[in-house]
């Protein structure tokens, strides 16, 4: 079984960064991409970034490309995703996720599912 723990969330004012950290532990060999999902008040959960474990390849959601990037530390088991220039509409909380197949699209099929951590951006 894998257990994720993100870190690292808070408040920040917009156009500041901040970067946030996922630690994956348990049975994390069968990996095949690392994924960050979030969901603000009232609305759904949606797509953030998404990391494949053993090459790297980075996906991004429109909302983000250019000022978020994904990447992680295969010695550590952790995931980072750093913010840059954040909007108040980037405030939700942020999951961080794993799946373990390479089938279908990298936004669907998670199997495991951190807490989540709380980033609010003031205006």
């Known amino acids: 079984q894998m257990q994720l723990v993100e870190s690292g969330g808070g408040l920040v004012q917009a156009g500041n960064s901040l970067r946030i950290s996922c630690a994956a532990s348990?049975?994390?060999?069968?990996?095949?991409?690392m994924g960050w999902f979030r969901q603000a008040p009232g609305k759904e959960r949606e797509f953030v970034a998404a990391?494949?474990?053993?090459?790297?390849?980075?996906f991004y959601a429109g909302s983000v490309k250019g000022r978020f990037t994904i990447s992680r530390d295969n010695t550590k088991n952790t995931v980072y995703l750093q913010m840059n220039s954040l909007k108040p509409e980037d405030t939700a909380v942020y999951y961080c996720?794993?799946?373990?197949?390479?089938?279908?699209?990298?936004?669907?099929?998670?199997?495991?599912w951190g807490q989540g951590a709380q980033v609010t951006v003031s205006a």
């Open positions: 990391i494949t474990w053993s090459r790297g390849t980075t």
């Open positions: 348990g049975r994390t060999s069968s990996t095949y991409v």
């Open positions: 996720a794993a799946k373990k197949s390479s089938l279908g699209l990298v936004t669907l099929g998670y199997d495991t």
